[in-house]
């Protein structure tokens, strides 16, 4: 999809670099790259309420990763460790 501008949109630019990127990915494998960050990108820009990543900085992924590390679930095993620990 494109915008006004003429440039394709800030996600499927992402997917054509990885499928530049990873060609032996895009043929057979199923696209892993892409479909592993195109999910974590999308979260990242709806987390700062549709901010493009060229305009924010190592603050604002740090918040990110931050909270985004909270708020994940974890598996059964995992938590009955860290809960001992």
């Known amino acids: 999809m494109m ?28 696209l892993g790259t892409e479909k592993q960050s195109v ?11 549709k901010r493009h990543p060229l305009e924010m900085g190592k603050a604002e992924v740090g918040d990110f990763l931050f909270l985004s590390r909270s708020e994940r679930p974890r598996a059964e095993p995992t938590m009955r460790g860290t809960a001992r620990g």
């Open 39 to 49: 999910p974590w990108i999308r979260r990242f820009i709806l987390f700062h309420n």
């Open 3 to 30: 915008v006004p501008s003429g440039k394709p949109k800030l996600l499927d630019q992402v997917r054509n670099h990885c499928r530049v990127r990873h060609p032996a990915l895009s043929t057979g494998k199923q």
